[in-house]
């Protein structure tokens, strides 16, 4: 929350929290569905966690039916196929059951399931939490959404959407995607944001900006814009010879220019990585990462919590994270001269380069943390719920 929110709690609200895996577990959803129902608990709902994972038999018989040469394609469809889909929503009906038959709320990450909808499970309220949707992934992946079992998938979607009582997005642009291409009602459609998955925000480092250190996290290369990221970065050698660019996650992209470090990947489940990818945060002097497509891009807000500047690109929720002028620059897709020169320009003034890392750690404090984020999704399920339930 905001400094000039009123404190909330929300004693006796009895919430069945769903995802694709343990909901507390911290791998799942990258970490933001731990976080985010850890603030729920800590404002005082009783959270009981769900997993949506089905056998691994639904899974392989998704890939089987889903048969693509394209191995993205391949992903997408056999992620999204009927067979995986009542297969989850079975597997998280039986666990639903258990916990709570008859919670006050079903909060689900993502439309992947739907146990409300079998007897013996009751949710007063059903809402759902969304980074993206199957219409902004297919353009993503730019499919023709119009096209046979695609458009059957749409229009099942658009009626599990049209089931749930409030639908929260962690952007704007995400948000008009609900209402314009799933056609849900405006009120019924909320922004509440998302934040970094740090247990804590970390310290902000004194930087030493006297060379230039750009750093790239991404396991998707190309469709997070790394061969734009390496062509500007060549040009800002011309000015600064001793500029680096190191890159994080994307084992096969190329490391043989000058000043171009490709370090693997690097995880944070693992202590040791989460210490270097600490480290890297701490020594960069910016951040940057021009996604094509990035349904919301978490990656901002770790790099704005260690008071890095970011370079994103002008399209999807980015320029919602990143403000341009503000917290860092927003450059268009694949505009390689207008990288090259916003990356140039945080080389040139590091001061600029300190004044915009400075405002994006504050609006990380002030709007981007999970606590704010639970508070507007639980203030809003009690502003439309019915009175909770006795407790537990």
Known sequence: MTPTERPLRFDGLRLTALAQDDPFARATWSGAAHHLFSAMVELGADVRGVSGRPPRA?????????????????????????????????????????????????????IFYEPDRLPGFSPRMTCSFHDGNLITGLRGAGLDRASGRLARLVRFEREAFSRKDLIFTTSEWLRG?????????????????????????????????????????GKDFPRKGGPDVLEAFARVREVHPDAELWIV????????????????????SDPDGDARLTDLYSRATAYVMP???EPFGFVFLEAMS?????????????????????????VPPR??????????????????????????????????????????????????????????
């Open 58 to 110: 639904a899974h392989v018989a998704a890939r089987v039916l889903s048969a693509s040469g394209d191995r993205d394609l391949l992903r997408l469809k056999a992620g999204i196929h009927p067979v995986r889909r009542w297969a989850a929503t079975a597997a998280a009906w039986r666990r639903a059951r258990a916990v709570d038959p008859s919670p006050d709320v079903l909060l689900q990450l993502g």
């Open 335 to 392: 505009d390689v001269t207008a990288l090259a020169a916003a990356m140039t320009a945080l080389a040139d003034d590091p001061a600029q380069a300190r004044r915009l890392g400075a405002a994006g750690r504050a609006r990380v404090v002030e709007w981007f943390n999970w606590q704010s984020v639970a508070a507007r999704i639980l203030a809003a399920i009690s502003d439309h719920a019915p009175a909770p339930r006795s407790p537990r």
């Open 306 to 330: 260690f008071g890095l500047p970011c370079i994103a690109s002008a399209t999807c929720a980015m320029p919602e994270i990143v403000r341009d002028g503000e917290t860092g620059h927003v």
């Open 249 to 268: 996650g994307a084992p096969g992209a190329p490391a043989d220019a000058p000043g171009v470090s490709n370090l693997g990947v690097i995880s944070r």
């Open 291 to 293: 996604s094509r497509y």
């Open 177 to 217: 995607s609900f209402i314009d291409d799933f056609g849900q009602p405006p009120e019924k459609v909320i922004t509440v944001g998302a934040g970094p998955n740090f247990d804590a925000l970390p310290a902000v480092p004194e930087r030493d900006h006297g060379s230039p250190r750009f750093l790239f996290v």
